[in-house]
């Protein structure tokens, strides 16, 4: 499925939506370059899970947990992950096989570890059509 939105407000409505419909263990990989509003799609998938606190890129800690939701939300943002090694000391089999709802930004760099069922999730601009333009295709599900 491809969605365009127009403004980040869409693009974290967006979010909030895939979040209202998340179950536990579902596990969501996120691509797309710096700045094109992954972080944002983060912020409203976190708010449809009903979580109200900021939620913010983990880059230095790879991995934030957000438990005050209606499911545990796990986002790791793996962009300065060096291997994959790193991802084992962490325990990622914890999160990604766990109770609670995975969202992982940069998740090309971990390609090889992730579940086959995981939900792709891919956020691309394009000037052309404006700054705030953004194509976000959505592999794995129906239905949004």
Do not use: N
């Not at 438990?67 to 796990?74: E, S």
């Not at 300065?80 to 914890?94: F, Q, T």
């Not at 969202?103 to 394009?126: F, H, M, N, Q, S």
């Not at 404006?130 to 239905?143: A, H, L, N, P, Q």
């Amino acid at each position: 499925m491809v969605i365009e939105t127009r403004s980040a407000k869409e693009t974290f409505a967006l979010g909030e939506k895939l979040g209202k419909r998340a179950a536990a263990g579902q596990v969501y990989t996120l691509t797309g370059d710096l700045g094109t509003g992954k972080t944002v799609f983060t912020q409203g998938a976190a708010r449809g899970l009903g979580i109200s606190g900021p939620v913010c890129s983990p880059t230095f800690t790879i991995l934030q947990v957000y438990d005050t939701g209606r499911l545990p939300f796990y986002h790791f943002d793996v962009y300065r992950i060096g291997d994959v090694e790193e991802m084992e000391e962490i325990g990622y089999e914890e999160y990604f096989y766990g109770k609670g709802v995975c969202l992982i930004e940069w998740a090309e760099k971990v390609r090889e570890l992730l579940p086959g069922e995981a939900v792709a999730v891919t956020i691309e601009k394009d000037l052309e059509k404006g700054f705030d333009y953004r194509k976000i295709t959505i592999e794995g599900m129906e239905e949004l």
